[in-house]
Every structure is written in structure tokens, then in C-alpha cells.
């Protein structure tokens, strides 16, 4: 039973900042690339930022704002976002390309969480 499992988020001022983490866990053989998405309401999911070994890809909105790093020993990814504007406003989800035991690699994703920049 594979799970992804987000934490971090919260309020914050436009200009703040905050650091997500996930975390997946279960019988996992291997894991490819993780990544951060986001989805605003009425807006689709679009992608934050990916990282495959030591490779990293991010949205030209963030580029210089947000930082995603990973602990392969922990199995977990972590997306460091500094100075936080209000259209950044949106839920955040996990993702991870990965090869459960006994299957082939597919996508798996966590719950979310929101993440909200206002005044």
C-alpha cells in the first residue's frame, strides 16, 4: 500500500515564505522523480517543479523562488518556496513516479495541501 503524504502548508504573507514536505512510504522498490503540482480553484493542475536524481525542472513562475530537493534515504521530497506572491495561492500535491513491489512504475500522488498568501 503506497501513500504520499504532504505537510507544510499554511498561511503567509504576500513575501513570506514556507517549506513543504512529502513523504512516501510503503512497499516501494524504486522511485524515479518526485515533484511538487498545484491547483487553483476553476484553474487546472499544473506543474511546480520535478527533480530525478540530481536534475531539477520548474515552472518559469517560480524559477528563483522555489527550491525542490529530495532525501532518497528518507524517501522524501521537499519544496522550499521564499518569496510567496498571492497567485501562488493554491492547493499542493505530491507526486512520485515509482515501482511498487511486484508492479511496474506508475504515478501516485498525495491528498494536498493548501497553501493560501494574503495580506
Known amino acids: 500500500q503506497v501513500q504520499l503524504v504532504e505537510s507544510g502548508g499554511g498561511l503567509v504573507q504576500p513575501g513570506g515564505s514556507l517549506r513543504l514536505s512529502c513523504v512516501a512510504s510503503g512497499s516501494i522498490f524504486a522511485i524515479n522523480a518526485m515533484g511538487w503540482y498545484r491547483q487553483a480553484p476553476g484553474k487546472q493542475r499544473e506543474l511546480v517543479a520535478t527533480?530525478?536524481?540530481?536534475?531539477?525542472n520548474y515552472a518559469d513562475s517560480v524559477k528563483g523562488r522555489f527550491t525542490i530537493s529530495r532525501d532518497n534515504a528518507k524517501n522524501t521530497v521537499y519544496l522550499r518556496m521564499n518569496s510567496l506572491k498571492p497567485e501562488d495561492t493554491a492547493v499542493y500535491y505530491c507526486n512520485a513516479n515509482l515501482r511498487p513491489y511486484g508492479l511496474g512504475y506508475d504515478d501516485y500522488w498525495g491528498q494536498g495541501t493548501q497553501v493560501t498568501v494574503s495580506s
Open positions: 527533480i530525478i536524481s540530481g536534475e531539477t
